[in-house]
């Protein structure tokens, strides 16, 4: 049985190779602020960070504009060692129905998930590419319920078809997602109580529903 990969050595083994003082440009797909911040405080010492916040997945089209505008409120907030900028290409979600078709009714964290993984750091990548960028990664490992060996195993198979480095993580070690909660405390957060898509929105309204019961 092959030996499980500790993606968070992998990860301070690239930090510790990384020359401070000419930092190399990274594109972090972020799903959320609160998210973001750990991976933000974390990388930012290390990394020029451009925040690339595409999520097609999120319903409805107000909570992709209501966690847009806590990511850019976030990061006018923070503070970094070096420069964090943002960008974004609107809302797409017609490509995330496109890319589950047929997978509607699986469970959340199934074959549906690692679809929507996939539509995600794919753009990333081919933006990484085309804008030159050296590191490509995504906070989404950094949640219990998001399967960090699909999230690598994704973001290394795109490394290789595009060229561009992929920052292996699993962020929510050394007590990441921990530090995710307490930021975003500290910073008046907005936490959604779902993952994004209408899909996980169904599964925590029949869960807390199923809990009144």
Known sequence: MPQKRNYQHELEQILNGI???????????????????????????????????????????????????EQKRLLS??????????????????????????????????ERCYACYKLRLKQTAELAKERGFDFFTTTLSISP????????????????????????????????????TELSESYGMYRQNYCGCVFSMREREEALKNKDI
């Not at 972090?28 to 999520?55: D, G, K, M, R, W």
């Not at 129905?97 to 959340?108: C, M, Q, S, T």
Request: hydrophobic share 35%; with cysteine; aromatic share 18%.
């Open 77 to 110: 907030l923070m503070k970094f060692k070096n420069p964090v900028d943002f960008v974004e290409i609107g809302y797409q979600s017609e490509r995330f129905y496109a890319a589950v078709k047929g997978l509607e009714h699986i469970k959340e964290g199934g």
């Open 19 to 69: 020359e401070k003082s000419s930092p190399p440009r990274l594109l972090l797909q972020s799903c959320c602020a609160p998210c973001s911040s750990y991976v933000l405080e974390y990388l930012s010492e290390y990394f020029a960070i451009t925040v690339f916040y595409f999520n097609p997945n999120i319903y409805p089209e107000e909570e992709f504009f209501k966690r847009s505008a």
């Open 145 to 180: 319920y998001k399967n960090a060996d699909w999230l690598n195993e994704i973001g290394e198979e795109l490394a290789r078809e595009y060229g561009v480095w992929y920052l292996t993580s699993d962020f929510k070690k050394k007590n990441g997602y921990k530090r995710s």
